[in-house]
């Protein structure tokens, strides 16, 4: 019988799956934030070059730690709907590959950083990939508790761009992880419930006991929570009153979509929570970059 997991190194795909097994849309999502971090601890004054080593160091980290991830959890992945089409469950590249490809990213971002940007950012992306793979990863079988301490490193790559200008982690780096772990709870519980069959099948205990009424509590504290932090930049000095208007805004906005779907916890409910989630952090990083205020 021909195994359906061998390898063709011919096949066009294979290149792709190598890209795909870094997540390329998250990777990109970490850079940016990376950046942004960066960007509002020089007071808009960051060198182009500095900001760039800095991005693409925690993109390669980040990759690499994603590939690792994969390779960690390919036998879950193979039997949810959602990942059984990703490159090492799909049989696009082999278990040892995806190993390989995520130990070597991991480790030229790393040492990238270390070089370009400096010890300090290059040991919290360290600590990043250490908290994801050795903390949240193994949790996610176990408690509910992965959710939250997965967004610890979630929120890290904050630090990465501080640090990388600052040297030091300050109270502005605080308040923006602050921002960066709350969003994440909303947008990763409003994920879980559209996917809680998925993860039931695997064990996966990404949501709390108690159904849709509990998880909606969880989505209204951290939202709820996000109102008041999301304006503390401006009451720092960070950034000024355009940003201080829309995170006002659109945090009160993200916290009435949780309150809908708190009140009925259904799958289109959840999603809209979701993708709230994808335009909310965007929208307060934007504001950021536009209103932060100079020396």
Same mark, same amino acid.
């Given at each position: 019988?021909?195994?359906?997991?061998?390898?063709?190194?011919?096949?066009?795909?294979?290149?792709?799956?190598?890209?795909?097994?870094?997540?390329?849309?998250?990777?990109?999502?970490?850079?940016?934030?990376?950046?942004?971090?960066?960007?509002?601890?020089?007071?808009?004054?960051?060198?182009?070059?500095?900001?760039?080593?800095?991005?693409?160091?925690?993109?390669?980290?980040?990759?690499?730690?994603?590939?690792?991830?994969?390779?960690?959890?390919?036998?879950?992945?193979?039997?949810?709907?959602?990942?059984?089409?990703?490159?090492?469950?799909?049989?696009?590249?082999?278990?040892?590959?995806?190993?390989?490809?995520?130990?070597?990213?991991?480790?030229? =971002?790393?040492? !990238? $950083?270390?070089?370009?940007?400096? @010890?300090?950012?290059?040991?919290? %992306?360290?600590?990043? *990939?250490? &908290?994801?793979?050795?903390?949240?990863?193994?949790?996610?079988?176990?408690?509910?508790?992965?959710?939250?301490?997965?967004?610890?490193?979630?929120?890290?790559?904050?630090?990465?761009?501080?640090?990388?200008?600052?040297?030091?982690?300050?109270?502005?780096?605080?308040?923006?992880?602050?921002?960066?772990?709350?969003?994440?709870?909303?947008?990763?519980?409003?994920?879980?419930?559209?996917?809680?069959?998925?993860?039931?099948?695997?064990?996966?205990?990404?949501?709390?006991?108690?159904?849709?009424?509990?998880?909606?509590?969880?989505?209204?504290?951290?939202?709820?929570?996000?109102?008041?932090?999301?304006?503390?930049?401006?009451?720092?000095?960070?950034? =000024?009153?355009? !940003? $201080?208007?829309?995170?006002?805004? @659109?945090?009160?906005?993200?916290? %009435?979509?949780?309150? *809908?779907? &708190?009140?009925?916890?259904?799958?289109?409910?959840?999603?809209?929570?979701?993708?709230?989630?994808?335009?909310?952090?965007?929208?307060?990083?934007?504001?950021?970059?536009?209103?932060?205020?100079?020396?």
């Amino acid at each position: 019988m021909e195994d359906s997991t061998a390898i063709d190194p011919a096949r066009p795909s294979r290149l792709r799956a190598y890209y795909e097994l870094t997540k390329p849309g998250i990777a990109g999502y970490v850079m940016i934030t990376a950046g942004v971090s960066a960007y509002v601890a020089s007071r808009g004054q960051v060198e182009l070059m500095s900001a760039a080593h800095t991005m693409l160091g925690t993109g390669l980290a980040t990759g690499g730690a994603l590939a690792l991830n994969q390779f960690v959890e390919r036998d879950y992945d193979a039997r949810m709907t959602r990942t059984r089409d990703r490159p090492i469950p799909s049989g696009r590249v082999s278990p040892r590959e995806g190993l390989w490809w995520g130990v070597v990213l991991l480790v030229v =971002g790393l040492t !990238y $950083l270390a070089t370009l940007s400096g @010890a300090l950012p290059a040991l919290v %992306a360290a600590g990043s *990939a250490l &908290a994801y793979l050795g903390v949240y990863t193994p949790l996610k079988k176990r408690s509910y508790i992965a959710t939250l301490a997965g967004a610890v490193p979630g929120a890290l790559p904050v630090l990465i761009g501080w640090t990388a200008v600052t040297g030091s982690v300050g109270p502005g780096a605080l308040v923006l992880f602050a921002i960066a772990y709350l969003w994440q709870l909303p947008h990763v519980l409003g994920l879980a419930w559209m996917l809680r069959d998925d993860y039931a099948l695997v064990g996966f205990k990404l949501i709390p006991d108690g159904g849709g009424r509990v998880i909606g509590r969880h989505m209204v504290a951290a939202t709820g929570l996000l109102v008041p932090v999301s304006l503390t930049p401006t009451l720092m000095g960070l950034t =000024g009153p355009w !940003y $201080l208007g829309g995170a006002l805004i @659109a945090s009160a906005g993200f916290l %009435a979509v949780a309150i *809908a779907a &708190a009140r009925d916890m259904t799958d289109a409910r959840a999603r809209a929570l979701f993708l709230s989630s994808l335009v909310y952090h965007p929208v307060l990083l934007g504001l950021m970059l536009f209103n932060t205020v100079g020396p």
